[in-house]
């Protein structure tokens, strides 16, 4: 009884071995080839989109040339970039994380070539140039893996991308809505480019994010090479130069020390070299001089320089959990805040030349002795202040209740739909300039400058006080 159960149980092992070995040995769906993958619907849409949009963008930058033109070229580059890396996804397994830098190693290079194009010297069409820099970040998209990648889901990055971008997008609206209009075309273009278009797309096709082959290609780092030997020694002297200046220099110095010094000195005369002085030449004999001290002016003393004003070292950290500071950053474009709290509050103080975004919404944001910064943020609960600076630009994208500008000449100030409703509250403040958002999508955002001049006159006991008008305003 025993050893026909044994055998029954060897029986079934060996029919589910076999079994096994067959699904096993049954041939999986081969990867797509480049021409049918080519001709999926995901791929001949992102063509649509380069010959909608981008087309747009650089048939605008054709009438205007120079280096917009060459900055749109980068641009359309990088999303011809972007359509052959969709292409190979169809082609190629997930790759890890080495591998996927190496994959997306041709995007990245037009995007480094967009941001090296902002370095430099600051041109006339700087706004331009960074817009479209920041733009192309939307691109990475692509490399969007799951919810532990450390990215927003694809259509949330395209969107904040844009946003970064859009902060010097309206700086190019603003300089030539009255000057030309070829910029303005172009500036819209770029924005229509992501928002809808590239927005659209990745919202119908991947909103997840890209879908890898599973039998395709394998993608991998590329294997480091050996590292570089010692360097070699440098090659000694010709023989020639070595034997010709050590026989110059001991024919030259046939003696040392100090008995060589006075040999020298005694072989000259003690006279030689002194210069003969004429009678013409003498004090008492010279026509120009006056036998008194002259009263000519002296020269003035000039006075030593001022000593710098000191400046304290860059800060960029979170205090106690509470408090973010931004101190004495000069010519910083990319400072970010990333990870906020309602919570907490920001306190920029002494930057220059700087650019500051703030993604998330946070209780409260000072700016304070600041110098041509720019300030980008989403919302506040409390309010967003502005003490003793001077040129500055501030975008508001979500909601601010109140906004106080003190003791500052120079504010640039963009409202969103959702702050429209917000207080402003200006003291000695000049040159203030709100830009609202129309209520036409495709109209420009309208321009409305804060009086800084008033009228106090005296009224049935008591003073009125009304804002200057000046006549064509």
């Known amino acids: 009884m025993a050893e026909n159960l044994i055998q029954r149980l060897e029986a079934a092992v060996t ?23 080519s001709s999926e619907p995901s791929i001949v849409a992102f063509d649509d989109l380069i010959t909608q949009y981008v087309d747009k963008v650089t048939d605008a930058s054709q009438k205007i040339g120079g280096q ?40 990245n290079e037009k995007i480094g070539e967009a941001v090296k194009m902002t370095e430099g010297p600051r041109s006339d069409f700087f706004n331009h140039v960074r817009s479209v820099a920041e733009s192309l970040t939307a691109l990475a998209w692509i490399a969007y893996t799951g919810k532990n990648c450390g990215m927003s ?31 303005v075309e172009w500036a819209k273009a770029l924005k229509e480019l992501y928002v809808p278009g590239l927005r659209d797309y990745v919202k119908s096709h991947y909103p997840l994010g890209p879908v890898w082959s599973a039998t395709g290609a394998t993608v991998s780092a590329p294997s480091k090479s050996s590292g570089p030997g010692a360097p ?27 008995s060589a010094v006075f040999q ?9 070299g002194l210069k003969k002085v004429t009678d013409d030449m003498k004090t008492k004999n010279r026509t120009d001089r006056a036998g008194f001290v002259s009263s000519g002016e002296k020269e003035p003393r000039k006075s030593a320089p001022a000593a710098a004003a000191k400046v304290g070292p860059p ?25 906020c709290d309602p919570r907490q509050t920001v306190y920029i103080f002494g930057c ?8 998330g919404k946070v209780n409260n944001i000072t700016v304070d002795k600041c110098t041509k910064m720019g300030v980008l943020f989403t919302d506040v609960v409390a309010a967003f202040e502005i003490v003793n600076c001077s040129s500055l630009e501030v975008q508001c994208q979500g909601a601010a209740p109140t906004i106080s500008i003190d003791n500052t000449a120079g504010v ?25 958002p129309p209520k036409d999508p495709n109209a420009d955002m309208a321009e409305h400058p804060m009086p800084h001049q008033y009228i106090h006159t005296y009224q049935d006991g008591h003073f009125v006080t009304t804002p200057v008008s000046h006549s064509g305003a």
């Open 15 to 37: 029919r589910l071995e076999s079994f096994s070995r067959g699904s096993l040995s049954q041939p999986q769906a081969a990867p797509l080839d480049a021409a049918s993958a």
């Open 68 to 107: 917009i033109k060459d900055i749109s070229n980068v641009l359309k580059q990088a999303f011809s970039a972007q359509k052959e890396l969709l292409v190979k996804i169809k082609q190629t397994q997930k790759p890890d994380a080495a591998g996927m830098a190496e994959f997306l190693r041709p995007l």
């Open 153 to 183: 889901m694809p259509i949330a990055h395209v969107e904040e991308c844009w946003q970064s971008a859009e902060f010097y997008s309206n700086k190019v609206l603003v300089e030539f809505k009255n000057k030309d209009p070829s910029h």
């Open 232 to 258: 070699a020694a440098p090659n000694p002297p010709p023989a020639s130069l070595a034997s010709s200046s050590s026989s110059s220099s001991s024919s030259s110095r046939p003696q040392q020390g100090m």
């Open 264 to 272: 020298e000195i005694s072989s000259k005369p003690v006279t030689a």
């Open 315 to 339: 800060k960029f950290e979170l205090v106690m959990g509470r408090k973010w500071v931004v101190e004495n950053q000069i010519g910083v474009k990319d400072l970010s805040i990333d990870d």
């Open 352 to 359: 220059k030349d700087s650019v500051l975004q703030i993604k």
């Open 412 to 436: 640039q100030l963009y409202l969103s739909k959702d702050s429209l409703e917000a207080s402003i509250t200006t003291s000695k403040a000049s040159e203030v300039n709100v830009m609202v």
